[in-house]
């Protein structure tokens, strides 16, 4: 069974870091298409942070753009969101998607558990 776990939430005030992580695990081979970062702030739909290509291009949504920056290192198949200079409407639960093919199934979207943030004033 396909996992993906984040991992690297926490409560940081106004202006500080935070970087998430999160891996894919389940099964020995794994082609791990394109990736994303979501959130859902408080009491609203979940959104699109920024997401990455297979071959590492990327894209952000306007709201995070010059603050923060996903990679993926695709040998330890996990993906990164370095937040930097963090607001009070960043805070949210953050979630990890990707795009995944195994075992001769067709490709399937995954999403992780999510991981809380909370940036204080």
């Known amino acids: 069974q396909v996992q993906l776990v984040e991992s690297g939430g926490g409560v940081v005030q106004a202006g500080g870091s935070l970087r998430l992580s999160c891996v894919a695990s389940?099964?020995?081979?794994?082609?791990?298409?394109?990736m994303a970062w979501y959130r859902q702030p408080p009491g609203k739909q979940r959104e699109l942070v920024a997401l990455i290509t297979k071959g590492s291009i990327t894209n952000y949504s306007d709201l995070v753009k010059g603050r923060f920056t996903i990679s993926r290192d695709n040998r330890r198949r996990t993906m990164y969101l370095q937040m930097d200079n963090l607001i009070p409407d960043d805070t949210g639960v953050y979630y990890c998607?990707?795009?995944?093919?195994?075992?001769?199934?067709?490709?399937?979207?995954?999403w992780g558990q999510g991981t809380q943030v909370t940036v204080s004033p």
């Open positions: 389940g099964r020995r081979m794994m082609d791990i298409d394109t």
């Open positions: 998607r990707a795009e995944i093919r195994h075992d001769g199934y067709p490709q399937t979207t995954y």
